[in-house]
Nanobody, 123 residues
């Protein structure tokens, strides 16, 4: 059974940095595409970043956020710099058991999801 567990969320001020993590279990992590999505209050869940044979970023976070992975720890990270109040959301980790040079931005591509971790950015 694949399990994804996010951690590292919290309350920060605008301009601060924060790193969220997602620990995976139950499969061959090195063969998975990993994604981060977020959902702000009253809004639909949206793509943030993905890691596979290459990386993919939403335009809104490009240059500020970095996705990375540590296969030996079965963990994917999202380093978030220069945070803005509009980055406030629940951040979800997602996984699909294949690798690609074009990691998807679509929720429907991902088979497994974590429970989410709250990130709040204040002014």
């Amino acid at each position: 059974q694949v399990q994804l567990v996010e951690s590292g969320g919290g309350l920060v001020q605008a301009g601060d940095s924060l790193r969220v993590s997602c620990a995976a279990s139950g499969g061959t992590f090195s063969s998975w595409t990993m994604g981060w999505f977020r959902q702000a209050p009253g809004k639909e869940r949206e793509f943030v970043a993905a890691s596979s044979l290459s990386e993919n970023y939403a335009d809104s976070v490009k240059g500020r956020f970095t996705i990375s992975r540590e296969n030996r720890k079965s963990t994917v990270y999202l380093q978030m710099n220069f945070l803005k109040p509009e980055d406030t959301a629940v951040y979800y980790c997602a996984a699909v058991p294949f690798l690609t040079y074009a990691p998807s931005r679509l929720e429907s591509t991902y088979a497994y999801w974590g429970q989410g971790t709250q990130v709040t950015v204040s002014l």
